[in-house]
């Protein structure tokens, strides 16, 4: 069987071309040079546009109501003013409520605003401070006056 047979029986014009790889070699001897066409044999994968994922950031109530806390116990992690600091409670930049004074956790919830307020109840024997201390005589005051 003769090579141009061959060349027939599979095909192989189609994928043969005359084009000279080395041009100096094929003038030098003057022979053929053969080049094969080549096809992808898989198409390319695309990038997606999914696969992210961001960490977990956490948030939410730390200590709840009636919970023992110290000065610095984070109480609520947030993002807005989802909860409202209270009395001896504190805000950070990041709106994390914190205790100021040792004590517990109470949670209030105003009847017409809707708005939730977070308080530290000072544990017994605590000094007030007089910002509180003028607050709490003053409700005690409106209170006698009411009944």
Not at 88 to 100: F, I, R, S, W
């Amino acid at each position: 069987m003769s090579f141009s047979s061959v060349c027939r029986r599979v095909g192989l014009k189609e994928l043969v071309s005359n084009v000279n790889v080395y041009p100096s070699a094929s003038e030098a001897t003057g022979g053929l040079n053969l080049l094969f066409r080549r096809w992808a044999t898989k198409k390319t994968a695309g990038s997606t546009k999914n696969g992210r994922d961001s960490n977990p950031k956490y948030l939410g109530v730390k200590k709840f109501g009636g919970e023992k806390v110290i000065p610095g116990n984070i109480i609520v992690r947030q993002r807005g003013t989802r909860f409202h600091p209270g009395d001896y409670v504190g805000m950070g930049k990041d709106h994390t409520l914190y205790a100021l004074k040792e004590g517990h956790v109470r949670f209030e919830c105003h009847k017409l605003s809707g708005r939730k307020w977070v308080h530290v109840d000072p544990q017994e024997g605590h000094i007030l401070h007089p910002v509180y201390q003028n607050a709490s005589a003053s409700d005690a005051a409106s209170q006698a006056y009411a009944s």
